[in-house]
């Protein structure tokens, strides 16, 4: 048996795995402040690889970015009393404006400045974008209104998980107000194919779009529609959502323009968001039991050049060999931009190095050592590759000047590579039931991986619905989706009520 | 007279032309939430370019970008008394984590979900970084550590101005510790020059670098470096800070390493900013009577090309006419990137248009009507030279051709002249004083735009320096800095102590 880099492996214990590889890879860590973590600098530049590509995006969309108000006056979530209910209340709340000393050598909220009324740290920023955009809004020439935020947001959470839970998170949330209910449905399908392109093309993660079902609707929303990312054990996680939000919002907050007609009518809105969650599902998709894979489009560093350095005199050209070859590197271009080669010239052994960056999954390391300087090579260790059949590390001495030639399609086949598996365990993990026994027996004690079925249901709604998700519960099961672009249903009842099913939806458990 | 875009001039009334700027361009508005501005895309777009140009700076000097909590427990502040002195404890307080139904329609802070430790939204970070940096250092072999914030802070202020004092503000904030206390020192300056550069090249802001008094030193400081930037009105805004915390927080939160020789010492830290405050200081430094005139380097977009349509058949060939132009724009290089070309096609007439381009400062107005595009011409407005001598608007058709082969020069042209204005306006507005009568003099009553003057101290500490800052504050003025680089004081007494003066001071009014 090859012995791996981490403590823990997926086989033995997934989500301690799930842990190691946060740690090991210097992605995040926890911040002794409750439900908060450190997102360090690996994790961090993972993240900066995400925001600037999907910005891109966004913007190419039509969206510009503006900034809200972190606080928001309680008064503004009486307003929207189902949103409000849909957020449990679980929110952080500012009471005082300043700190006194107690006396005791302690720091108390200074009784004397206590706030007229508490302001509610952002757990998502409707209430408060949506008074900007009733006092922007007058005329059907100001529509539509496409605005993006980048910012933090916090949710109070029980129990937290880095990446997929915590109280504090990173995210991006648009918003946008149309003249018509089908401007804004087609808005809310777009950035949902957005994130599912930019899911499958830029992290790699093979996700499925689809509508959720109303139990698992936005508070206020008209639909929801969701990316669903299979995890490696066969959990699902939901990794970005889309709202039609209907009238919903603007009727609340009284977002009104006048018609070419000169009538006055309530706009459509829109959100949607994806957030550090993304991390989550990359570590989950694409993590071995050596660590993290990155890929290439969102490693900060694509390339890490390690010098296997011996403290001698002849350390010195071994450095400047490795100095030239990170600056043909960087005139390389891969997947559309520059080459992100970086030299690690920490001081650590060169061991130490190689295998901090293989827990950290950049995808290329480089070691340059005496010998492979004298013939004019490099030893190269490809992540997604990272052992011979044999078991050995799969490290080849390449030509230098062959491996610069190939390291853009390198990149590329790694990127590449991530994608077909991710994919391929999506596809092969989807099984369909034909009745509710079948769904029980599948997902039976002890099953490993059970992944998701795929079943006809009549798409029940209200206590109906209810009921149906009172026997998922039991199972641990939710309806992730229902996929987009189904042909209709093929024959058949629902193996919920019995009664003619109307669409397929994708059951699994979930993070 | 010239008739002005804006309602008011900077003459007029300085205080009221810069909130008409900000509104009139579109940059930011009141938001409803107390002291909490909105950021519009035109102010957010200039603050992603300078983010964007100062963390290419920020990284090429070797640092590395993570996030830190939002919230901050009560006791980090218990150990750093000096520090929370100075922060004058006006901080945001979370108290509880719930809000519940009063059972009157309303909501409230739920009694049951009060938090054991209060939490105060961050005003800075050094106490929540320092707690990291405390569990990443353990040996010589893990400094320096170098880490840079891109994040919002609160500061609950009593009277707001945007742009320059809001409760919440966006900024970056370095965090470094090093081995030793010049290291640390030497990292204090570098910043403070990467800010300096910064504001020139990019900003176009005339600067002057040098280090703040005692008075004025961030809480818990060795030593505060600022830049200084002279406004239109003369006043000064501190535009950045970089600060030489020595031993000081590293004792507090006992951050210690394990030297070569097995000993543990205390770090030395530093920490540095700046915030969306530079938006105020590119507003109040090149705004002019028609608005905001934005550096091309910061301009969301430095090109604008308005078609001049008229609804009629003909529109869709003068559309396509600005497609092909922004094309060929867009493949220009001007500063260092490609040019930033925008077709601006809301549905609004040409010349409202035009002077929402003037009013939003960027840099090229381009118009394009049926006679432009049958003799194969545009028509060009400069943001910076909008008037000819005789007052009217200087406009010119130009051969399109010949534009976009002038394109990167005209860009670069602009962010040089700004620069150098911004720099003539200091240089022509610092004038020596030698004794504190010619002092009181230069500031008396109903002088307009008096500058700042330059003096010898003697550089007193304590009683006798709060002596010096009264008499400067009863004239309503402050030190600002000791700028960088003297060569020694010449002979001559300190003009408030009487005693041989060591260095030279500006002094001035400041926002």
Chains 1, 2 share one sequence.
């Not at 609707?217 to 929801?224: D, I, K, L, N």
Request: glycine share 8%; hydrophobic share 40%; aromatic share 8%.
């Amino acid at each position: 048996m090859i012995k791996r880099a981490l403590p823990v492996t997926r086989e033995a214990d997934f989500s301690a795995w799930y842990q190691a590889v946060i740690s090991e890879a210097d992605l995040a860590e926890e911040s002794g402040v409750r439900g908060c973590m450190v997102i360090r600098p690996w994790g961090y530049g993972i993240w900066e690889r995400i925001q600037r590509l999907l910005d891109d995006r966004i913007k190419a969309t039509g969206h510009e970015n503006c900034y809200f108000p972190l606080f928001i006056p309680l008064s503004y979530f009486e307003k929207e009393a189902e949103h409000v209910d849909g957020f449990a209340k679980e929110m952080a709340v500012v009471t005082h404006h300043r700190l006194k000393a107690d006396g005791y050598g302690r720091l108390i909220p200074d009784p004397d400045a206590k706030l007229e009324e508490p302001l509610v740290v952002r757990p998502t920023s409707e209430m408060v974008i949506g008074a900007a955009f009733a006092r922007w809004v007058q005329s059907w020439r100001d529509l539509p209104v496409l605005i993006n935020q980048w910012a933090n947001v916090v949710r109070w959470e029980m129990r937290t998980r880095m990446f997929l839970r915590t109280s504090e998170f990173l995210w991006q949330e648009g918003h946008t107000a149309h003249a018509t209910a089908d401007e804004a449905r087609d808005e809310t399908l777009k950035m949902l194919e957005v994130y599912r392109d930019f899911a499958e093309e830029c992290l790699g993660v093979h996700v499925i779009a689809g509508e959720k079902p109303e139990n698992e609707r936005f508070p206020g929303a008209v639909a929801t529609y969701s990316i669903e990312a299979m995890m490696q054990d066969g959990k699902a996680l939901q990794a970005g959502t889309s709202h039609f939000l209907g009238t919903n919002f603007a009727s609340a907050q009284n977002i009104r323009f006048q018609n070419a007609g000169g009538e006055f009518e309530l706009c459509n809105t829109t959100s949607w968001g994806v957030s550090t969650r993304m991390i989550g599902a990359v570590i989950m998709v694409h993590g071995d039991d050596d660590g993290l894979r990155v890929p290439p489009m969102i490693a900060p560093w694509q390339v890490v050049i390690v010098p296997m350095l011996r403290d001698v005199p002849e350390d010195a050209a071994i450095v400047e060999y490795c100095k030239s070859l990170q600056a043909e590197l960087a005139k390389q271009s891969a997947l559309g931009e520059p080459v992100r080669a970086l030299l690690d010239l920490k001081p650590a052994k060169a061991a130490t190095k190689r295998w901090g960056w293989v827990k950290k999954g950049a995808p290329i390391v480089i070691e340059v050592g005496g010998r492979d300087m004298a013939g004019g090579n490099v030893t190269v260790i490809r992540r997604d590759r990272l052992y011979r059949e044999d078991g050995k590390l799969d490290s080849n001495a390449v030509a230098r000047d062959t491996f610069v030639a190939e390291v853009s399609g390198m990149l590329h086949d790694v990127q590449a590579k991530l994608h077909v598996e991710s994919m391929n365990r999506v596809k092969g993990n989807i099984v369909p039931a034909d009745d509710f026994a079948a769904l029980e027996a599948h997902f039976a004690d002890g099953v490993k991986n059970p992944g998701w079925v795929d079943v006809r249901w009549s798409k029940p709604t209200g206590p109906a619905l209810d009921k149906v998700v009172e026997r998922l519960k039991a199972l641990k099961l939710t309806i992730r989706n229902a996929p987009m672009g189904q042909t209709g249903c093929d024959d058949g009842a629902c193996i919920f009520t019995g009664e003619p099913a109307v669409e397929r939806v994708l059951i699994g458990r979930a993070y």
